[in-house]
């Protein structure tokens, strides 16, 4: 997600770090360096003008501060600014109703269906009845897309078959009520906002059902137009909100950065994988922090915290910190690593990860087993100190574990990079947050 943008911005800041002190020159520069990284992510223009007539300004103002690290503070002032530009604070969803009804809006293919099942599932973890409205009459099989997503959570699904969407949303609405539902979910079908007949059945439905939220699905992978369809449904519906879906693809960052300024209304999720747990309420520090290659501590702790067992974590965290990691504490992680899901997923999410380390470890999820079954084939005293494991004990890893011996020399390598890299994490203050570090606050 974002490589483009980060790698960009790891740039500027690369540079400034190395800066004496602020001068109008070392503005004007870095401004214009921020203007074509934006709007070569393609973020709306008027978005980026904004974006840098304000760290301009507030650069300008640190002019005169004498301050330890200029160029540390100047990067506080860029993430500080684009932490705004997201919406600074968290949106909250109004379930105020019984039943609340959220109305999903937005163009073809761009995740609405999926994201209702994501929101269903959020919402019945938290114990909450949901029902899903079937709302979508005129894409062949999208009742039973909605139908079979439905099945796979354990939400019911209402649906009238090939009826008129306006009358089918009111209906859900009605049983959703008489059922004392929580919330009732209405799926659309996908419209483009110079459709007139289209955007004028949607107004019908929002008239009618009057939803508690309207939020609009955004692909995030489709940079400008998501954008410019955003502030088309924005003027034509009273949207409450967006939600940006796949951002675990290859997001240059441009629809994520303009979308909130464009509609005027916060984004509320985040959609982060295919799968029906994958929805986040969006975090828009968190999302700064991503952007620009800080790293995403939170995020990484939340997901170990949710699955990954405490104890386990502790003890490798200790060791890691303490440079005592060993293959097989490696094979340890690597089983709560599986767990926890996409692994270049989280690999992007570790903060200070050097990224063009990270691209050469390849490391994709098949190749954690790969991995995990030339571990296996170690001795124990070769897993606890690996030092000791020559050309004759590879050769016989390798014949064990069915892999190639350059896959046990490449496994190796990379173990001796990654405790390189804990390395640094241990110099880091413990308790200490990496961002704080890197902001030079203590
Ligand atoms: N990787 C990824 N894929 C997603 C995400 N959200 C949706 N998708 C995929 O995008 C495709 C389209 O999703 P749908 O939910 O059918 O989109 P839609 O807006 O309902 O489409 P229409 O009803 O045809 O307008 C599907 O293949 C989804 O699996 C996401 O956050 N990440
Ligand atoms: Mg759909």
Same mark, same amino acid.
């Given at each position: 997600m974002f490589e483009q943008i980060t790698d960009r911005f790891d740039t500027i800041f690369r540079r400034l770090r190395g800066l004496g002190k602020i001068t109008d020159s070392n503005i004007q520069e870095t401004s214009r360096e921020i203007r074509r990284v934006l709007l070569e992510a393609d973020v709306n223009l008027h978005v980026a003008r904004d974006f840098i007539a304000q760290v301009q300004k507030k650069a300008e103002g640190t002019k005169v501060l004498k301050s330890i690290r200029p160029g540390e503070q100047f990067i506080k002032i860029i993430h500080e600014e684009l932490v705004h530009i997201l919406g600074d604070e968290k949106a909250k969803i109004d379930l $105020? *109703? !019984? %039943?609340s009804v959220i109305l999903m809006a937005g163009l073809q293919g761009s995740g609405k269906t999926t994201t209702c099942a994501k929101l269903a599932k959020i919402f019945t973890d938290q114990k909450k009845q949901v029902l899903l409205a079937a709302?979508?009459?005129? *894409? %062949?099989a999208a009742i039973e897309q909605l139908q079979l997503l439905g099945s796979q959570i354990d939400v019911p699904v209402y649906d009238e078959g090939v009826g008129d969407p306006v009358a089918i949303c009111a209906n859900a609405v009605a049983q959703g009520k008489s059922e004392k539902a929580d919330v009732v979910i209405l799926d659309t079908a996908g419209r483009l906002h110079v459709d007139g007949e289209m955007m004028n059945e949607i107004q019908q439905i929002s008239d009618k059902v009057k939803p508690n939220e309207i939020l609009f699905v955004a692909d995030s992978m489709t940079g400008q137009d998501a954008v410019n369809s955003a502030k088309a449904f924005s003027e034509a519906l009273p949207l409450t909100g967006t939600i940006l879906t796949k951002l675990d693809g290859d997001a240059r960052g441009g629809a994520a950065v303009s979308i909130r300024q464009v509609t005027g209304t916060p984004i509320k999720f985040a959609g982060v $994988?295919? !799968?029906?747990?994958?929805l986040e309420p969006f975090n828009p520090k968190q999302m700064a922090d991503r952007i620009l290659g800080f790293g995403d501590v939170i995020s990484l702790v939340e997901k170990a915290e949710h699955v990954a067992d405490e104890k386990t974590v502790d003890m490798l965290e200790k060791k890691m910190l303490g440079n005592e990691f060993n293959l097989e504490d490696f094979q340890q992680q690597l089983m709560q690593l599986k767990k926890m899901g996409s692994l270049q997923q989280l690999m992007g999410m570790m %903060?200070? #990860?050097?990224r063009k380390l990270m691209k050469g470890m390849n490391m994709e999820d098949r190749q954690l087993l790969w991995t995990e079954a030339i571990i296996n084939s170690m001795t124990p005293a070769e897993r606890k100190n690996?030092? &000791? &494991?020559d050309g004759s004990r590879r050769k016989r890893i390798a014949l064990g574990s069915g892999r190639s011996l350059q896959e046990v020399n490449q496994l190796l390598k990379q173990f001796v990079q990654m405790k390189k890299m804990m390395k640094q994490f241990g110099k #880091?203050? %413990?308790? !200490? #947050?990496p961002m704080g570090n890197f902001m030079g606050i203590s």
């Amino acid at each position: 997600m974002f490589e483009q943008i980060t790698d960009r911005f790891d740039t500027i800041f690369r540079r400034l770090r190395g800066l004496g002190k602020i001068t109008d020159s070392n503005i004007q520069e870095t401004s214009r360096e921020i203007r074509r990284v934006l709007l070569e992510a393609d973020v709306n223009l008027h978005v980026a003008r904004d974006f840098i007539a304000q760290v301009q300004k507030k650069a300008e103002g640190t002019k005169v501060l004498k301050s330890i690290r200029p160029g540390e503070q100047f990067i506080k002032i860029i993430h500080e600014e684009l932490v705004h530009i997201l919406g600074d604070e968290k949106a909250k969803i109004d379930l $105020s *109703r !019984k %039943p609340s009804v959220i109305l999903m809006a937005g163009l073809q293919g761009s995740g609405k269906t999926t994201t209702c099942a994501k929101l269903a599932k959020i919402f019945t973890d938290q114990k909450k009845q949901v029902l899903l409205a079937a709302a979508d009459v005129y *894409r %062949p099989a999208a009742i039973e897309q909605l139908q079979l997503l439905g099945s796979q959570i354990d939400v019911p699904v209402y649906d009238e078959g090939v009826g008129d969407p306006v009358a089918i949303c009111a209906n859900a609405v009605a049983q959703g009520k008489s059922e004392k539902a929580d919330v009732v979910i209405l799926d659309t079908a996908g419209r483009l906002h110079v459709d007139g007949e289209m955007m004028n059945e949607i107004q019908q439905i929002s008239d009618k059902v009057k939803p508690n939220e309207i939020l609009f699905v955004a692909d995030s992978m489709t940079g400008q137009d998501a954008v410019n369809s955003a502030k088309a449904f924005s003027e034509a519906l009273p949207l409450t909100g967006t939600i940006l879906t796949k951002l675990d693809g290859d997001a240059r960052g441009g629809a994520a950065v303009s979308i909130r300024q464009v509609t005027g209304t916060p984004i509320k999720f985040a959609g982060v $994988s295919e !799968k029906l747990d994958g929805l986040e309420p969006f975090n828009p520090k968190q999302m700064a922090d991503r952007i620009l290659g800080f790293g995403d501590v939170i995020s990484l702790v939340e997901k170990a915290e949710h699955v990954a067992d405490e104890k386990t974590v502790d003890m490798l965290e200790k060791k890691m910190l303490g440079n005592e990691f060993n293959l097989e504490d490696f094979q340890q992680q690597l089983m709560q690593l599986k767990k926890m899901g996409s692994l270049q997923q989280l690999m992007g999410m570790m %903060p200070g #990860m050097n990224r063009k380390l990270m691209k050469g470890m390849n490391m994709e999820d098949r190749q954690l087993l790969w991995t995990e079954a030339i571990i296996n084939s170690m001795t124990p005293a070769e897993r606890k100190n690996p030092t &000791i &494991i020559d050309g004759s004990r590879r050769k016989r890893i390798a014949l064990g574990s069915g892999r190639s011996l350059q896959e046990v020399n490449q496994l190796l390598k990379q173990f001796v990079q990654m405790k390189k890299m804990m390395k640094q994490f241990g110099k #880091m203050k %413990p308790g !200490k #947050m990496p961002m704080g570090n890197f902001m030079g606050i203590s």
